[in-house]
């Protein structure tokens, strides 16, 4: 059974998708430089899903958690995360892994492991995606006209970096749920 956090992130992830979709809709040879913008949006809203997925995971199941028991304890954990999700913003390695050792005790990276990557793979994998967004959203990396410049995201890139994202998700629900119930 998967989190409703992972519900919600199933749902989310589709406007990265669609974003790309637009981008191949409208490609033709050359490229027309003004569609780029769509590849950039792509992984600003995939990272996007990927950072409410995990608020959203660690609120539901630090809830879970807290229903039996002193309700005022219960109360102060629940506002505690709350403030700390405030500033959690982009999903990187070093934001994931401490908040989720905070308030569920465990490195939850260590349960990022799937077919072609490991625990180290996708902590690298994911910190230079978290770098890739903060400059996209953060610098203009918007192709100069008449100067050739490589593109910040490429097509296949992008699709991998959405499939990266789902494995992520997919591997970290698992995981969560599996340590929670402990």
């Known amino acids: 059974m998967t989190s409703k956090a992972f519900q919600a992130f199933d749902h989310a992830i589709q406007d990265a998708m669609e ?3 637009h981008f191949d809709a409208l490609n033709k040879q050359p490229p ?3 569609i780029e913008v769509l590849k950039r949006a792509s992984l600003v809203m995939a ?3 990927l950072e409410t997925y995990l608020e959203d995971l660690l609120i539901e199941t630090v809830e879970s958690l807290c229903c ?3 309700e005022r304890l219960s109360d102060f954990i629940q506002a505690s995360l709350i403030s700390d999700l405030k500033v959690f913003h982009t999903p990187s390695t070093d934001r994931v892994r401490p908040i ?3 308030y569920l005790g465990y490195d939850v990276t260590e349960g990022w492991s799937w077919n072609n990557s490991d625990p180290a793979k996708a ?3 994911l910190n230079r995606l978290a ?8 610098r203009s990396v918007r192709p100069l006209p008449g100067q050739p410049t490589q593109h910040a995201v490429t097509r296949d890139a992008m699709r991998k970096h959405i499939h990266f994202i789902k494995e992520l998700v997919r591997t970290t629900d698992t995981y969560v749920q599996k340590n929670s119930a402990r």
């Open 19 to 21: 974003l790309l979709d």
């Open 123 to 125: 902590r690298t994998e």
């Open 32 to 34: 027309p430089p003004e």
């Open 131 to 138: 770098k890739k967004r903060g400059d996209i959203a953060h």
């Open 100 to 102: 989720f050792k905070k």
């Open 68 to 70: 039996d028991g002193d």
């Open 47 to 49: 990272l996007a899903a």
